[in-house]
């Protein structure tokens, strides 16, 4: 174990999207399987205070955390990996940053100084960085930087990055560089100078990279290691390949393969072990080898960013890794969905989860897919959105409610069976003013959820402002939908299932979020189950017939 925090700094070259957050995760992992408590956290460089009033095809996913903060998904990668709930000091944004400098300069903190990057930007920076390794919980803190080393946007950080290196003293922080070497076809060979640029880049920051890890299509030979550690200034063995995988979960290993941990820890002056992966090998093993398949459709509007679901279908890769099933998703956009073509797009399947999300796009064919999946069988998931769809389906198809809607899509409907939360009415800011974070929930006895969770109170993770109303109740349980999950406190809805279907469960919290690849999720784990129940069942209704 370190007696003092050590920092790791990965910062990124010449593109974005490299892989940083799967890069910071893996090593994060083989150091926390040699025994070093090791957390991660993103300094993100755009102005938003956080990402949750971001389109999805603009940043991917909203994470959410236990303690309600909306962050960026790379802490979902952190979370899966290393199965330890990040917070709200694990995702910095550039926002927050001079939010909490300029409200500190109106309080007259700084005494009537001139306020500036430097040192009064780069010291909140600084003690961001800090708060997570001054807490005493951790031996390690790898700080990812967002962005590209030569961003504007990114100057601040990386400066702060020169100075925190340089205040800790030696063998207490070090920089990882990840940049591209890229194939050239037409040449046939790998190219060193954007690696070369970036780096050199770097260094007119005052920031010299300790380790390059290099991501590539190819090996890379040994010669062309030792030129690039030449022209960076960094030893061979500092020079690290990463390799394109099958999965994203192949990267721990592919690390370790390439020494990536010993360097780090030979750097820090930290004692070096076999990390113990035995349950992380586990799951690759399942996961590679199913013995079986099924098709899941996840219905959303966002379906064009696979980034905009990231959780939800790393979820399914858990899952399916405990059920020995590989679970193939067909993406479905909702607002191409109607009546006309919903028995084409949805009969196949052997499940279908209706996704979160926000606003009145795409309603209608959430709603259809829901008739169709509820009439004909078909084990259904509903989160967040797609629950409040589940209960307005049901409201106008069984109840005869024709015009139920959430208030949210029509403000003026005569039975708003969604309705925003009382909370929400008098809100008028949008970011971080959402039910979020964790809350507790208290199961019925012999529901479908109690027999998933195999206990009677359960927390999970809600981002939403629209909630089941509860006026309606007993008129759609009388119906046959049952709310079988309540908050203790407010008791607001927030499960409901149908007893009579197979296998038929909405859910106004995100459980995706808490899916790890040590604990896959309960609710993600049975879903997979009841769709490969559904497969065999209709592959032998098929083979029956056939006869």
């Given at each position: 174990?370190?007696?003092k925090?050590k920092?790791?700094?990965v910062t ?8 940083k957050?799967i890069i ?5 992992k ?12 993103k ?15 603009e ?6 955390t236990?303690?309600?903060?909306e ?18 000091a694990?995702n910095?944004?550039t ?11 109106r309080?007259?903190?700084?005494l009537?100084?001139t306020?500036q ?6 010291d909140e ?17 790898i ?11 990114s ?19 070090l ?8 194939y050239?076809?037409?040449?046939g060979?790998?190219?060193?100078k954007p690696?070369?640029h ?9 920031v ?7 991501r ?10 030792e030129?690039?550690a ?23 290993n592919?690390m370790l393969?390439?020494g ?16 113990n ?11 590679k ?20 679901y ?9 899952a399916?890794?405990e059920n020995?099933v ?5 993406s479905?956009h909702?607002?191409?969905?109607n ?12 499940g ?16 259809d ?6 009439e004909?069988?078909?084990?259904f998931l ?12 049901y409201s106008?198809?069984v109840?005869g ?35 979020l974070?964790a ?18 109170t359960?927390?999970?993770r ?12 007993s008129?759609?349980?009388n ?7 309540l ?10 299932e ?10 106004q ?30 592959k032998g ?7």
């Amino acid at each position: 174990m370190a007696t003092k925090t050590k920092y790791i700094f990965v910062t990124g070259g010449v593109t974005s999207s490299l892989g940083k957050g799967i890069i910071a995760a893996s090593l994060a992992k083989l150091l926390q399987a040699q025994g070093y408590r090791t957390t991660i956290q993103k300094l993100d460089p755009y102005i938003n205070v956080d990402p949750g009033t971001l389109n999805p095809y603009e940043h991917g996913e909203c994470y959410v955390t236990d303690d309600g903060a909306e962050t960026d998904l790379d802490l979902g990668h952190y979370e899966r990996f290393l199965n330890v709930p990040t917070s709200q000091a694990n995702n910095v944004t550039t926002g927050r940053i001079y939010q909490s400098v300029i409200e500190k300069e109106r309080r007259g903190e700084f005494l009537g100084k001139t306020v500036q990057v430097i040192p009064h930007i780069t010291d909140e920076i600084k003690h961001r960085i800090q708060l997570l390794g001054n807490s005493g919980e951790y031996d390690i803190v790898i700080t990812e930087i967002g962005g590209t080393v030569g961003d504007i946007e990114s100057l601040p950080y990386v400066e702060t990055v020169r100075q925190l290196k340089w205040e800790l003293g030696e063998n207490n922080a070090l920089v990882i560089h990840l940049t591209l070497v890229p194939y050239l076809s037409a040449a046939g060979e790998l190219k060193t100078k954007p690696t070369q640029h970036s780096v050199k880049t770097l260094m007119e920051s005052g920031v010299q990279a300790d380790i390059l890890v290099c991501r590539t299509e190819h090996e890379l030979p040994t010669d062309l290691r030792e030129k690039l550690a030449r022209f960076c200034n960094v030893t061979p063995e500092s020079v690290i390949q990463s390799i394109d995988a099958s999965t994203i979960y192949d990267v721990p290993n592919l690390m370790l393969d390439e020494g990536l941990d010993k360097i780090v820890l030979k750097k820090l002056a930290l004692e070096s072990n076999t990390p113990n992966l035995e349950r992380w090998n586990a799951f690759l093993k399942l996961h590679k080898n199913p013995k079986s398949e099924v098709t899941i459709g996840l219905i959303g509007k966002y379906v064009e960013l696979q980034d905009s679901y990231k959780s939800i279908l790393e979820a399914f890769i858990h899952a399916g890794a405990e059920n020995e099933v590989k679970v193939n998703i067909e993406s479905i956009h909702s607002e191409y969905l109607n009546e006309d073509n919903i028995k084409l797009k949805l009969s196949h399947l052997d499940g279908v989860l209706v996704a979160p999300g926000f606003g009145e796009r795409g309603i209608e064919g959430k709603i259809d897919a829901v008739k169709y999946v509820r009439e004909n069988n078909i084990p259904f998931l509903g989160i967040c959105l797609g629950m409040q769809m589940a209960v307005i389906e049901y409201s106008r198809n069984v109840l005869g409610l024709k015009d139920a809607n959430s208030t949210e899509m029509d403000a003026d409907t005569k039975n708003p069976v969604i309705d925003l939360m009382e909370a929400q009415k008098t809100i008028t800011d949008k970011g971080g003013t959402m039910r979020l974070g964790a809350w507790d929930c208290e199961l019925l006895e012999d529901s479908i959820v109690k027999g998933v969770y195999n206990n009677k109170t359960i927390e999970e993770r809600h981002r939403h402002r629209y909630e089941f109303n509860s006026d309606y109740k007993s008129q759609i349980e009388n119906a046959g939908m049952i709310a079988t999950g309540l908050n203790p406190e407010t008791k607001l809805v927030e499960i409901v299932e149908i007893p009579s279907h197979p296998w038929f469960v909405g859910v106004q919290y995100h459980p995706e979020y808490k899916s790890t690849v040590a604990n896959p999720h309960p609710l993600f784990v049975a879903f997979v189950k009841a769709a490969s129940k559904h497969n065999k069942n209709v592959k032998g209704a098929t083979m029956a017939q056939n006869k």
